[in-house]
């Protein structure tokens, strides 16, 4: 593995996955570090991002106030809920009317409130006698050369096990990237500070929304999975290291690899610099002909 920049995050690797050249751009070069997912996109990819972020923001605030003991009220709540996202409007210039805001407020108030009745962090809010710690999820753990982002949301200690809990905001299609992450947090818990360094110290909980309500997953924790999620990562670095070699050989970036599909451009905000803003297939046949494989 390279000393420089190695780190492995759900999102990178998704990106790698789906476009090298996009994550190249993003995250390959020398000193270019994890960013934040692209802003473009349809009008309904942009306002679940919005809902994402400004909901997931809006959490973790209220969880650091309840960590000190501060409840909030329904309508703090809402206001809190309306600030960040007027924040994350203003920082990615989006363009939304107030009628959308309203209606987003909304939606991400009730996820919200419908999260401290689920059986899993209802205790929390209830104040049950329970050690529990919440992290951001842009906070890494350094496992030698490697900055792992797989921060688990909240941590909490219960019947002598301490599990690890993930939220989901938003369904999506259930990708292996998401078991995956869900296997590396008993990694990134294994080498935190604080909490134990034996596998079977953890269970891990998710919570994700889906149908209008809170659905919980129970992911087993094993020797093997924890054991296997080590390996694919490892893999998956390696290959990363390699495209920054590639990336060394060629900074025009012009002969990586493109996205597999047209629909993988959708939404890039690379595209008006990419060979493929005129057709995925039609740059791709333009590479093979500079490469000379194209066979006449
Ligand atoms: S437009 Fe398509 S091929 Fe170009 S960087 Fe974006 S995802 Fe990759």
Known sequence: MSAINDHWSKTSFELFSKCPRAWAIAYGRRNSSPKLLPTKGSTSHLRSNLMV??????????????????????????????????????????????IVIEGLCTQISHRLMRLRQTDLLKPIWTRQPRRWAYFERFTSIQIGNLALFATPDIVVHHQHKWTLIRLRFQSGPSLPSRELEDMLMVHWAMHKSG?????????????????????????????????????????????????????SADPTLESLPLARTENDCRGCNYKPTCPASNGLEQAKYGQRIKQGFHQS
């Open 53 to 98: 972020r400004a909901g997931r923001r809006t959490f973790i605030e209220e969880l650091g106030d309840l960590f000190n003991n501060k409840k909030w009220s329904l309508n703090y709540l809402k206001r809190r809920v309306k600030a960040h996202i007027d924040d994350q409007v203003w920082t990615h210039r989006l363009r939304t009317d107030s």
């Open 195 to 247: 909490l134990p360094d034996r596998y079977e110290d953890y269970r891990i909980r998710t919570l994700t929304w889906r149908g209008g309500q809170w659905v919980q997953e129970n992911v087993e924790v094993d020797a093997q999975r924890v054991r296997l999620a080590w390996m694919m990562l490892q893999h998956d670095v390696q290959e990363m290291t390699w495209m920054k070699r590639c990336i």
